[in-house]
């Protein structure tokens, strides 16, 4: 019976963790909403002293959230092409990228102090971004589905373009919009 107790404990904890990252990762994707720390505990139906326990600082809760993020999109590349022709995989893997990149909203100066102070690693997140694009890339050159001469370099640079380009523009233009043109141009003559 004694070790059924910290099991549990343990089990709690997770679930405990992963809601609170889940929390926080929406919170701090809105550019509207509350991004404290008590908001996101009590959004996450926690106690401050959870949140606390699991992330002491603004700063690493931050680095969890972008860590589970760019996990997510490393591990996304090979799940969607367990399921997905490769074409098909690289239109939702930039829809995950997008998401990704609309977490940042409300972390962006926690995010640079953290790359700046080198406890985020910038070139190796850049190298895991571009290996799920080359993935997904190379299963498409595979089968014919995508164009053979274009890189992840390229790919990546037109995601941050588009995304940067849809959020200035308006409701006129839609990154939706710009991410099915993408993938027509990637598509082989």
């Known amino acids: ?42 959004e996450a139906g926690v106690g401050i002293a959870t949140l606390y326990r699991h992330f002491p600082t603004r700063e690493s809760l931050v680095e969890a959230v972008y860590s589970d993020q760019v996990v997510r999109l490393t591990n996304g590349a090979r799940d969607l092409l367990a399921s997905e ?20 909203n409300g972390m962006l100066d926690t995010l640079l102090a953290l ?11 850049r ?23 274009v890189t992840a370099e390229e790919i990546a640079a037109s995601l941050i373009g588009i995304f940067t380009v849809a959020q200035q523009s308006g409701p006129e233009v839609t990154a939706d919009r710009l991410l099915d043109i993408l993938l027509d141009g990637l598509r082989p003559r």
């Open 1 to 42: 019976m004694t070790n059924s107790k910290p099991r549990t404990r343990r089990s709690d904890a997770a679930r405990n963790r992963d809601q609170l990252l889940e929390v926080a990762t929406r919170v701090l994707a809105s550019p509207d909403a509350e991004t404290s720390m008590r908001a996101i505990a009590r």
């Open 85 to 104: 022709t490769p074409a098909v995989a690289m239109r939702r893997w930039m829809d995950l990228f997008g998401n990704w990149i609309a977490t940042k």
């Open 115 to 125: 790359v700046e102070s080198g406890a985020v690693g910038h070139a190796r997140t």
């Open 127 to 149: 190298d895991q971004l571009l290996n799920a694009i080359s993935t997904i890339l190379d299963a498409g050159r595979t089968a014919g589905d995508l164009r053979p001469d």
